[in-house]
């Protein structure tokens, strides 16, 4: 079920179109279910405005196919008109200089009121924006089949070792306990909630944010990999190349009990009409209560010659924004609005107490960035990083010790 676009109707731009408006390309990975009804909210409300949409959508969760193929359009000098570029790569991008400046938008928009402000120091390089961030997405999720667990006489697990009960429940009936795909991103994703319960915030930071050596190389890392392995053995064997969408459809569909996975994934409950408190359950994932991995999904806008497309460009940043967009899109994607100052009475429960917490773990010390999803690292630490986990999660014979071992020397050597 698509999220009804009427919500827009009242705000769509009563816009006068520009003799010859331009157009926009926007290069980003969202095909799944939920993603796609999300991009063509924004798809709409630019083509309401007269403004032609090319659509650069590229599979494959987390994106890692859409940036190579970004990397390659950029370099041959003709890059899209927007990406979907995220965390510390924007400033490795401007750096570069691929990146236009926004703040022809954001100033008369007022963009710095309305945005937390450890959101735009991310979108800006040299003191103008560069990027326009689209959403807050929490990666610490567990998502629950309420039936399975019905059946199975579990309890939504809090803690680790409660996980570990429920899911000897799920497997006692006949059920996969967790919904898993093992690509490298997806690993990492499951990884780094381990970590966030076993390491606490601080040290989380320290080691995928600071790439401190004694953390990353330390007890505690050993603790991670060691849960880390005890998890996955609760991941069927057909879980090799497996989508996080596939993955999601089989807790949808009752043949699994659990998901790890950021709230993109309630884009597929939503998509299958499925309620939550009801058909499923949405829970901090095991341990990380109070805790908030944070996924900024942001657009950076390249340098372009053509003054009808940066016109274009102009009014893509603008309808980004837009708190009617933010509304439609977000109940559509799974995520939070990334404005402070909405209207939430339209979202549900779990959005509800995403936002909550992700204010609540600011003043606490406890809002993270996500290492999985290019929020902590550069793309280069993160693919070595992504390296040592899947290797291990595939490798049988490796112990937590040799991986942590493996995860210092990649690391250093990225840096
Ligand atoms: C992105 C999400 C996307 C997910 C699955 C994440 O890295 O931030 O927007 O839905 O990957 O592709």
Redo the contacts with the bound molecule.
């Keep these: 079920m698509k999220i009804t676009k009427t919500l827009l109707a009242a705000s769509l731009i009563s816009a006068v179109t520009p003799a010859s408006a331009g157009e926009v390309e926007v290069l ?5 279910g ?2 796609a009804n999300a991009i063509s909210v924004l798809k709409d409300m630019l083509e309401q405005q007269g403004y032609s949409w090319i659509d650069f959508g590229v599979e ?4 890692e196919s859409a940036m190579r193929v970004l990397r390659t359009r950029a370099v041959s000098g003709n890059p899209p008109s927007a990406a ?1 570029i ?1 965390g510390p790569d924007i400033q490795e991008w401007a750096r570069l200089g691929f990146l236009t400046n926004l703040n022809s938008v954001a100033n008369p928009e007022h963009w710095d009121d309305v945005i937390p402000k450890m959101i735009t120091n991310v979108m800006k390089y040299d003191n103008h924006y560069v990027a326009v961030p ?2 807050v ?1 929490r990666v610490n999720w567990l998502w629950a089949n309420s039936e399975v667990f019905a059946k199975a006489g579990a309890k939504i697990p809090t803690s680790m070792d409660e996980f570990f009960t429920a899911a000897d429940k799920i497997k006692a009936i006949g059920l996969i306990p967790l919904a898993h795909g093992s690509q490298p ?1 997806q690993n990492a994703t499951l990884f780094e909630v381990i970590a966030l319960d076993v390491l606490g915030a601080k040290d989380y930071i320290k080691a995928f944010v600071d790439l401190d050596m004694d953390t990353l190389g330390g007890e505690k890392m050993i603790e991670v990999f060691t849960q880390f392995k005890r998890v996955r053995s609760y991941v069927d064997n057909n879980s090799p190349g497996r989508d ?2 596939t993955a999601t459809s089989m807790v949808i569909k009752g043949e699994a009990g659990m998901q790890i996975m ?1 709230d ?1 994934a309630k ?1 597929e409950f939503s998509a299958a009409g499925k309620v939550p408190g009801k058909d499923y359950v949405c829970a901090p994932a095991f341990g990380t209560a109070g805790k908030f991995t944070y ?3 942001s657009f950076a806008f390249f340098d372009l010659q053509d003054e009808e497309n940066f016109k274009a460009q102009q009014a893509l940043a603008s309808t980004i924004l837009d708190p009617k967009f933010q509304e439609v899109f977000n109940l559509n ?3 939070i609005p990334v404005r402070l100052d909405m209207d939430m009475s339209h979202f549900d429960q779990c959005a509800l107490d995403s936002m909550r917490e992700f204010k609540s773990s600011a003043k606490t010390g406890d809002l993270v960035p ?1 290492m ?3 929020m902590s690292t550069t793309s280069y630490v993160q693919s070595a990083m992504f390296d040592v986990i899947t290797n291990f999660f595939n490798n049988p014979n490796e112990t937590p010790k040799e991986a942590v071992q493996r995860l210092t020397k990649v690391v250093k050597s990225s840096m």
Excluded: F, R
């Design positions: 980003h990975w969202w095909t799944a939920g993603e494959g969760g987390g994106g979907n995220k689209v959403n997405h991103w996080w969408m950021g993109w884009g996924n900024v999904d994607k799974g995520s996500s999985a999803h290019g």
